[in-house]
């Protein structure tokens, strides 16, 4: 065996991938210490660097900085600092050699042994490398030729607190990066708190979970600031990330470049122990957590990472604007539930945070040329869309529950039906035309009607001039698809329409989509309804972005919004928000959903609802009084009771012109009626239908008659 092949199997091939992998984030920052003292640290610690070191001292040379420079092709007296991580990835074994003869690189050699007096040693390493058969014998001759006092970097290999110092700081350094990566499995994300952190997958009282359990530790037994002194925060600290150093406050870590940058100026270099943790659990594991490292291309990583730290808090006018949204969200459910207490709905009660998240992606879209916004959206939440987002008179709404609104019994259920309007946003009042399809059909059918208007009016658009790229088209009209947590992870329609996203022949720029995370699928727990921690997992296929937000901390939804938006106008790709609350009543407003999951209804009992948590909140900040939002709520309570009787003087009852212009029933029999002559009230009046009385009866009885020894729920047989 020759001298560079015991040199490649016993030393470079052991060095450089394990200071590669181990000191990226230390070259990030700490960017003047020279390669070849990592290296020499890494030599002296291997249990810390986690691999067997070569028994003899030609590996370790070789990783001084002219074996470096050589490498890179530079001249062998370059002072080599690499400054970035990106640079040591091309670095290893092959590099090392010459490329013609694939032996040791002679300016390593003699530079290395040139710089500390040992032009002799150097002669005698060239001869061995080229012509020994024992590589053993020839490290071994070398070495001893080496005198030991002339080591390059004595005073580093001989200080044990520096090496201390740079293995703390890359534990440290890792530790920071589980917080990007996997802060979104311990994020206080559950309204109801069921779980310490990450998603709640149920049922209550059992131990599964798929939170990060390394950080769940850190976070959750993290002391309370309030509490605790920064000596008893950084000992903690230190313990669970086994550092070796001494711990005290005052210790600091170089890791500004890792650390989330400053909003205003320049980020600070040095970080204490528990400025790094309560920095970053703030960041990532609050009310609102994002996953954004499996995306497939760095300038998108670094795009959401830089834009997702670097959020702003609202201003005060903003929060107020937030607050009368939710307000108009929770006087609009409880107005219904008063006057139709028997009729379907199916609400947004325990999210109603999605209404003024909304308006945030609207007025964030219109920002960057948004001017026609398509909704696919499920029965959730429907009916306040249509009233307190397109502008449907409530009058017309309460029409239509009390089926007066029209004399043709064609239409469909008012949670089916759709609503074109335009909403003006921002300071400038931008219109934005939104249409929410009608969804005729279940839950997910819609979507991929939706994306084919969407892809029709941009290329009409672009066929017409009206733009001047498709680009261009895909900034003006944008497809939004309301989902349910359950649909979204389950539905196949979803998965299908997902893997078009960037085919050129149905792509639209980008979707973005909404779920009204419930943490239930009618009756199922998420541990028995899906395998992935989250729903909205199945999006990871095609590499979008996932924002969860905290339903009950409105100003995070409208934060994630606003993300969307600038992620979809700056990429043009999907992007997902994962509204995670809860379902005050069942699944619709008819059903009991005590009997199936009585422990988490206990819960939701007794919990406020978002409009009291933040008008509280809001209340304790001084951006408004109790009194204010008092007449807030007075104002709207009577102008719903206005359109309440409006709607019972039959203002808002339908005329057969406004039925055929307005539902896709209409439509279709409008062009039946072009051919006769008769009015379309005398062509559609309905025959009427139906069984005999006694019929009717007999099923009635057989159907609510239980079946000799059932036994059924206390509710049911009373």
Not at 110 to 119: I, P, S
Not at 159 to 177: G, V
Not at 201 to 209: E, F, K, N, R, T
Not at 398 to 407: I, P, Y
Request: glycine share 8%; charged share 15%.
């Amino acid at each position: 065996m020759s001298m560079q092949e015991a040199a490649v199997g016993s030393g470079t091939q052991q060095i450089v991938p394990h200071l590669r992998t181990l000191c990226s984030t230390l070259f990030q920052q700490l960017s003047h210490i020279a390669i070849s003292s990592a290296a020499s640290l890494l030599y002296l610690q291997p249990a810390a660097a986690g691999y067997n070191p070569p028994a003899t001292a030609a590996a370790s040379a070789l990783l001084q900085p002219a074996g470096i420079a050589s490498c890179y092709g530079l001249h062998a007296g370059t002072d080599v600092r690499l400054r970035n991580s990106s640079s040591l990835q091309t670095c290893n074994s092959n590099n090392l050699l010459q490329p013609s003869t694939r032996q040791w690189h002679p300016a390593a050699w003699t530079h290395m042994f040139h710089c500390n007096g040992m032009q002799q040693a150097c002669v005698a390493s060239q001869r061995l490398a080229h012509t020994s058969s024992n590589a053993s014998a020839a490290a071994d001759e070398m070495h001893s030729r080496v005198p030991k006092a002339a080591a390059p970097y004595e005073s580093i290999l001989q200080s044990q607190s520096q090496l201390a110092d740079i293995e703390d700081t890359l534990k440290l350094a890792a530790c920071i990066r589980r917080f990007r990566s996997r802060g979104h499995l311990i994020a206080q994300l559950d309204p109801l708190k069921r779980t310490a952190g990450g998603p709640w997958l149920g049922p209550i009282g059992d131990q599964y979970s798929r939170s990060d359990n390394t950080l769940m530790r850190l976070v959750s037994g993290y002391p309370a600031p309030a509490s605790s002194t920064e000596a008893e925060r950084c000992a903690f600290i230190a313990a669970q990330l086994n550092l070796e150093g001494a711990v005290h406050p005052d210790r600091r870590f170089l890791v500004g470049r890792v650390m989330p940058r400053a909003a205003e100026g320049p980020s600070k270099p040095l970080w204490s122990l528990h400025e790094c943790i309560e920095v970053m659990s703030a960041t990532y594991c609050g009310s609102l957590a994002v996953e954004y490292r499996h995306l497939q291309q760095q300038d998108e990583v670094s795009w959401m990472e830089e834009r997702f730290e670097a959020r702003r808090p609202l201003t005060p006018a903003q929060k107020r604007q937030v607050l009368r949204w939710l307000l108009a969200a929770h006087g609009f459910e409880q107005f219904l539930s008063r006057k139709f207490p028997a009729s379907k709905r199916f609400g947004l009660e325990g999210c109603e945070a999605l209404l003024p998240g909304l308006l945030a992606l609207v007025e964030a879209g219109a920002a960057q040329g948004l001017k026609k916004v398509e909704v696919a959206a499920a029965h959730r939440g429907r009916l306040s869309l249509l009233v307190n987002l397109l502008g449907k008179p409530l009058g017309a709404l309460c029409s239509e529950m009390e089926g007066k609104q029209s004399d043709f019994r064609v239409g469909d259920v008012k949670y089916h039906l759709g609503q074109s309007g335009v909403i003006r946003v921002g300071p400038e009042r931008t219109p934005v035309h939104v249409s929410i399809a009608p969804n005729p059909s279940h839950l997910e059918a819609v979507s991929p009607v939706v994306l084919g208007l969407v892809r029709a009016e941009q290329a009409a658009l672009h066929r017409s001039n009206a733009v001047n790229s498709q680009a261009a088209a895909w900034a003006q009209v944008m497809p939004l698809q309301i989902h349910g947590d359950a649909a979204f992870a389950g539905l196949g329609v979803v998965l299908e329409s997902l893997q078009l996203v960037d085919v050129p022949g149905f792509t639209v720029g980008g979707s973005v989509h909404v779920i009204i995370n419930n943490q239930v699928g009618f009756t199922t727990l998420p541990r028995h309804g899906r395998s992935s921690p989250h729903p909205s997992d199945v999006a990871k296929v095609i590499g979008a972005p996932v924002l969860h937000a905290n339903a009950d901390d409105p100003e995070a939804v409208v934060a994630a919004m606003q993300m969307a938006a600038d992620w979809r106008a700056r990429w043009h790709k999907d992007v997902v928000v994962d509204i995670v609350g809860y379902r005050r009543n069942g699944h619709n407003e008819l059903d009991d959903p005590r009997a199936t999951l009585p422990l988490t209804y206990q819960l939701v009992e007794n919990h406020p609802t978002v409009l009291e948590i933040y008008s509280r909140q809001l209340q304790a900040e001084g951006v408004m009084s109790g009194c204010e939002l008092s007449r807030w709520r007075s104002s709207w309570t009577a102008a719903a009771e206005e359109q309440w009787v409006a709607a019972s003087e039959g203002k808002y009852k339908e005329t057969a012109a406004q039925f055929l212009v307005s539902t896709w029933q209409g439509n279709a029999l409008a062009s039946v009626s072009r051919s006769g002559s008769q009015s379309p009230e005398e062509d559609y009046r309905q025959e009427p239908t139906g069984l005999p009385l006694t019929t009717l009866q007999r099923v009635g009885q057989a159907i609510c008659t239980l079946p000799e020894g059932f036994n059924c729920h206390q509710d049911v047989s009373s």
